[in-house]
């Protein structure tokens, strides 16, 4: 069975949501038969690669909020990721344009390492002191590498903007038709769709839902047809 998750790295409830999904897929009995797949989405498309602010100040002019009540949001969010075991800096955090982050991400899923680097993203972004946004290149490419991606390939994707983005573009074509407009989104298997940072329990019933919900083979078989199996291949007789 496939998951595939939308979501951005600037996203809080898609640090929170990945952690309640993963909770849920821990305790699934069929969790080693799950393939999971991040695809891109951006929530702030627009912005421009040097525009880096304060996720307050962010916060307060795209709500239309104060400052005290952004802070009273960061707050709460804190408190939601402590509860599933997160950490979260609540104040100091800036926010910027994630396109190049998902950019790497599709090298990542390349080379068998997405989930991981969505992991060490998610942490840089909201856990730790150092910017992901305002240091530049060399940070991002020292976490690319913390997650097992190739120094030399992960310098030629940030240093070409057309590296993988047609992948990115696609992504956030295809949530859009799917009726995504937000994250984080789940998808399992093509035929349920999870939206926002639910409770582990539901996804608990979704992943059981469309476990359940998978189609069984139809096997066509007019009798008589050559085949090879373990023992080797019909020999046709005269």
């Known amino acids: 069975m496939r998951v595939e998750i939308w979501s ?6 898609c640090y929170v949501g ?28 627009g912005r421009a690669k040097d525009d880096v602010q304060p996720v307050l100040a962010m916060l307060s002019k795209k709500y239309g909020m104060s400052e005290a009540q952004a802070q009273a949001g960061e707050d709460n969010l804190g408190a939601q990721a402590a509860a599933e075991g997160l950490d979260y800096r609540t104040r100091g955090r800036d926010h910027g344009n994630t396109f190049d982050l998902h950019r790497l991400l599709h090298l990542a899923k390349e080379q068998g390492r997405q989930d991981q680097l969505v992991q060490i993203l998610y942490r840089a972004n909201f856990a730790e002191e150092r910017s992901l946004f305002s240091e530049g290149t060399d940070r991002v490419v020292e976490l ?10 992960v310098r030629a994707v940030l240093a070409d903007p057309t ?17 995504a407009n937000g994250v984080p989104f789940f998808v399992l298997d093509r035929k349920y769709g999870v ?17 359940g919900a998978r189609s069984p083979l139809q096997l066509i ?6 085949a090879c199996g373990p023992d080797g291949c019909a020999v046709p007789q005269n």
């Open 18 to 45: 990945k952690a309640r999904f993963e909770k849920a897929l821990a305790a699934f009995p069929h969790r080693d038969e799950v393939e999971v797949v991040h695809r891109s989405f951006e929530l702030d498309p």
């Open 221 to 226: 078989d007019e009798g008589g047809a050559e």
């Open 163 to 179: 590296a993988y983005a047609d992948e990115v573009r696609a992504d956030e074509r295809e949530a859009a038709e799917l009726g």
């Open 8 to 13: 951005d790295i600037a996203c809080p409830w």
């Open 195 to 211: 939206s926002g940072a639910q409770p582990a329990e539901v996804f608990t019933q979704a992943l059981s839902q469309a476990w």
């Open 144 to 153: 690319a590498v913390e997650a097992g991606l190739d120094e030399a390939a």
